[in-house]
């Protein structure tokens, strides 16, 4: 029996028809019926909006069991995957972003340029560098156009860049993360306009997205926000920022910097 120590009070409700869609060393995701993504993440992570966090040795032992296109059975209490049953945390997290009178409408240019790499643009340093990339400054237009009421299509500017969240969607959090520490985004209507995200981009993608638009981060994420008022945490939060995947973390901190030079010119 494994017990899931933490999740986030966001993740969706465990009874749906899940079967597993990918197991990596650090998650097992979960698909349900209606496309819902249920994650289980391996402790030492932080918690995403859409996680139940099991301790580090349950995780590796049900990893270790599992494949891809595996059914789960389903119960009240737990989650049947092949012979382990994982029960439903009791402790649940709340993961929306409150935005502070101070708000985060700076950040430090040492902590910004700096040599680690970005999915697309090369080193944080040199995507930072002026004249920004054409691609970069679109992005920053596209995001006041919407920030301003406009319109906005963003299905055919998502899913391009590696991984299971690519650049440009990790661009958009960081951007979002911005918008909403700084009170300029206060509804959950930023895709009102765009078709279907699932469509242009991953699932895992299309999850953080859909959360980010809604105001709801991955923990790492609201340590970095709320450091940026508290200068003395914010090299940890940073540093636990860079952290995230491959280059998740340096796209959506260049995601969060180009926010912020978006809001400057509302």
């Given at each position: 029996?494994?017990?899931?120590?933490?999740?986030?009070?966001?993740?969706?409700?465990?009874?749906?028809?899940?079967?597993?869609?990918?197991?990596?060393?650090?998650?097992?995701?979960l698909?349900?019926?209606?496309?819902?993504?249920?994650?289980?993440?391996?402790?030492?992570?932080?918690?995403?909006?859409?996680?139940?966090?099991?301790?580090?040795?349950?995780?590796?032992?049900?990893r270790?069991?599992?494949?891809?296109?595996?059914?789960?059975?389903?119960?009240p209490?737990?989650?049947?995957?092949?012979?382990?049953?994982?029960?439903?945390?009791?402790?649940?997290?709340?993961?929306?972003?409150?935005?502070?009178?101070s708000?985060?409408?700076?950040?430090?240019?040492?902590?910004?340029?700096?040599?680690?790499?970005?999915?697309?643009?090369?080193?944080?340093?040199?995507?930072?560098?002026?004249?920004?990339?054409?691609?970069?400054?679109?992005?920053?237009?596209?995001f006041?156009?919407?920030?301003?009421?406009?319109?906005?299509?963003?299905?055919?500017?998502?899913?391009?860049?590696?991984?299971?969240?690519?650049?440009?969607?990790?661009?958009?959090?960081?951007?979002?993360?911005?918008?909403?520490?700084?009170?300029?985004?206060?509804?959950?209507?930023?895709?009102?306009?765009?078709?279907?995200?699932?469509?242009?981009?991953?699932?895992?993608s299309?999850?953080?997205?859909e959360?980010?638009?809604?105001?709801?981060f991955?923990?790492?994420?609201?340590?970095?926000?709320?450091?940026?008022?508290k200068?003395?945490?914010?090299?940890?939060?940073?540093?636990?920022?860079?952290?995230?995947?491959?280059t998740?973390?340096a796209?959506?901190?260049?995601?969060?910097?180009?926010?912020?030079?978006?809001?400057?010119?509302?």
């Amino acid at each position: 029996m494994i017990y899931a120590q933490a999740s986030s009070l966001h993740a969706p409700y465990h009874l749906d028809n899940w079967r597993v869609a990918g197991v990596y060393t650090r998650a097992i995701n979960l698909v349900g019926k209606s496309g819902n993504l249920l994650t289980l993440q391996r402790a030492g992570n932080g918690i995403s909006p859409m996680s139940w966090v099991l301790r580090s040795h349950d995780f590796d032992s049900l990893r270790e069991t599992l494949t891809s296109g595996c059914k789960v059975n389903v119960t009240p209490h737990y989650l049947e995957l092949g012979k382990r049953k994982v029960y439903a945390p009791q402790r649940r997290y709340s993961l929306r972003l409150v935005s502070t009178a101070s708000g985060g409408n700076t950040i430090p240019e040492s902590y910004v340029k700096r040599g680690d790499e970005t999915g697309l643009y090369g080193p944080l340093s040199s995507a930072l560098s002026h004249p920004l990339h054409s691609e970069l400054l679109k992005l920053m237009s596209l995001f006041r156009q919407t920030l301003r009421g406009r319109n906005v299509d963003w299905c055919s500017h998502l899913g391009k860049g590696p991984g299971l969240t690519p650049t440009h969607d990790d661009l958009l959090v960081g951007m979002l993360l911005a918008a909403r520490l700084n009170g300029v985004l206060k509804d959950d209507r930023f895709f009102a306009a765009s078709g279907s995200l699932r469509a242009a981009t991953t699932m895992v993608s299309v999850a953080y997205l859909e959360y980010a638009a809604r105001g709801i981060f991955a923990s790492p994420l609201l340590h970095f926000a709320y450091a940026l008022s508290k200068t003395e945490r914010l090299p940890m939060a940073v540093e636990q920022l860079l952290s995230l995947g491959h280059t998740s973390g340096a796209d959506t901190l260049l995601g969060f910097w180009l926010g912020l030079q978006a809001i400057r010119l509302l």
